[in-house]
């Protein structure tokens, strides 16, 4: 092992701000985070590099002075060692490769459902190249230029976050104030001395510089492309969504609180984006619902008991083999009021700090629960039922209550009763067709044609593909320290006899 207090010739030991360890050869502006003072690792990175240059005078490459080399010493599936490389062009800002590539080898590209034009990609060049300089702090020399483009940028989606509430920048207003004092404090720090670089600057540059927040939000929002995304809940493959017939038939049965749930789910989920800025009041707002839902419901549950306690329900106190109907249901409305604060507790823990989650765990989490038929409806269903089971649980006590007042009773009693029912009813059903817009039936129809013709399985291959993905749309880190899209060195090998031309540098 090599002292770790001097470094292999020609290299320069770096620290990046967070703690990692990288090296930088000043000369040849060549950049890796492989371990040198490892005699294996060196050996790998010295024996690439050779391959490079051998490369590069064999097909007489000249690379312009601001073009830095990046050599990531990587294990593959067989565990063999491996090395993989990228270049950084800080003129045009963006990565390049001596190899044709296609688009698809970005992640980003799946998740989009592709990237045809070569502006859209251009954007993901640049989001990778802002990756390398937040990587490598030493990459790159902080301007004016640069800060005054920042500053500029951030400015503008302060301004539209402000005056948008649809706006599609991922950061809330303190978010941004945040940023902008950053930018007030970079500025002072240029000029002040030009022999050592501000790694901590730099790297800050690089991470707000257009790579998590800007540049890769141009690339979700197909900046630039027609049909652009202007709006945070506009999809731009204009699919739409319709609902299977497991959900329509459920509506009316959960008194549509499952299509009220997939609108939620669906809003924080375009074209299966999911916005941290978006989430976490979405997160916040069904775990109120759920304990507003728990309270009620034991509520309910200590009514019913009080009610079965009465003597005239409880028939005085005899052993029967047969309930009367008001206990038949007001058992129902005990059981469902129990299965409202259990279901309720169950969804409550489970989310309890969700809304804390960045969007690649928001992402995963949605992900999982996607079903592979029915999309989002399967959690809609269920993010529904503690209040429907309440719902349930009121309409059962309630029916328990009026065979109570109708059942054994004198005249007088039920007359003014049924008045007092037919009353309450009827503003139960005004307020229900008045405020719940997406009560219709049109499922009675449904149902009807469904039992007749099934679905066709396009329809739910198509729902399944417009609602299978997740990603992020925000401020994300990679789970990799280095994950900068990269080649395989030994793709040079292969290019020594071809006879296809090298695009030029």
């Keep these: 092992m090599r002292s770790q207090t001097n470094p292999p010739s020609g290299w320069t030991t770096c620290q990046h701000p967070e703690g990692a360890q990288y090296f930088f050869h000043e000369e040849k502006r060549v950049f890796t985070d492989a371990n040198l003072f490892d005699a294996a690792s060196l050996a790998l990175i ?64 799946a998740e989009l459902k592709g990237m045809k034009s070569a502006s859209h990609i251009r954007h993901e060049l640049e989001a990778q190249y802002w990756l390398h300089c937040e990587y490598y702090p030493r990459a790159f020399n902080l301007t004016h230029e640069i800060i005054d483009e920042l500053r500029d940028i951030v400015l503008h989606a302060f301004g539209d976050v402000v005056t948008s509430n649809r706006t599609t920048v991922p950061w809330k207003i303190g978010d941004l104030n945040n940023m902008i004092t950053l930018i007030d404090g970079f500025t002072k720090g240029i000029d002040r001395n030009t022999t050592n670089k501000f790694s901590g600057c730099n790297c800050l540059v690089g991470r707000l510089g257009l790579v998590h927040v800007f540049a890769r939000s141009r690339v979700y929002n197909f900046h630039g492309e027609p049909g652009a995304r202007l709006n945070v809940d506009q999809s731009v493959h204009a699919t739409v969504k319709r609902q299977t017939m497991f959900i329509r038939t459920l509506n009316p049965l959960l008194f549509y609180a499952p299509h009220a749930q997939l609108l939620g789910v669906r809003s924080v989920n375009i074209d299966g984006l999911i916005r941290h800025s978006w989430w976490a009041p979405f997160v916040e707002g069904l775990i109120s619902q759920w304990q507003e839902s728990i309270i009620n419901a034991a509520v309910v549950l200590n009514a019913n008991v009080a009610f079965l306690s009465i003597q005239s329900v409880d028939q ?33 823990s489970r989310h309890r700090n969700r809304d804390r989650d960045s969007a690649a765990d928001a992402a995963t989490f ?14 809609a269903v269920l993010y529904s039922l503690p209040y429907a089971m309440l719902i349930w649980s009121m309409v059962s006590f309630l029916i328990a209550f009026s065979f109570a007042c109708f059942q054994k009773t004198s005249l007088p009693t039920r007359t003014l009763v049924s008045v007092v029912w037919a009353a309450i009813a009827a503003l139960i059903l005004w307020c229900v067709f008045n405020l719940w817009e997406i009560v219709n039936w049109d499922w009675l129809c449904d149902l009807r044609s469904w039992l007749r013709f099934p679905e066709r399985e396009d329809e739910a291959d198509a729902d399944q593909q417009d609602e299978a993905r997740s990603t992020v749309a925000s401020e994300l880190r990679p789970s990799k320290w280095r994950s900068a899209v990269s080649w395989p060195i030994i793709i040079f090998r292969k290019m020594y006899n071809s006879r296809r031309s090298v695009p030029a540098v």
């Excluded at 949605?366 to 959690?379: A, D, N, Q, Y």
């Design 366 to 379: 949605v992900f999982s629960r996607t079903h592979p038929k029915f999309g989002l409806e399967i959690l």
């Design 46 to 109: 010295t024996h690439s590099l050779r391959i490079v240059n051998d490369f590069f005078r064999a097909h007489n490459v000249d690379l312009s002075p601001g073009v830095d080399l990046v050599l990531d010493e990587c294990t593959y599936s067989d565990g063999s060692k491996g090395c993989q490389y990228y270049f950084v062009n800080h003129v045009g800002r963006c990565v390049f490769w001596m190899d044709n590539g296609e688009s698809e080898m970005f992640p980003v590209t």
């Design 316 to 348: 005085g106190g005899n052993i029967a083999s047969t309930r009367s109907p008001a206990q038949i249901a007001s058992y129902v409305s005990i059981l469902t009021s129990i299965a409202s604060i259990i279901i309720g507790l169950l969804l409550t």
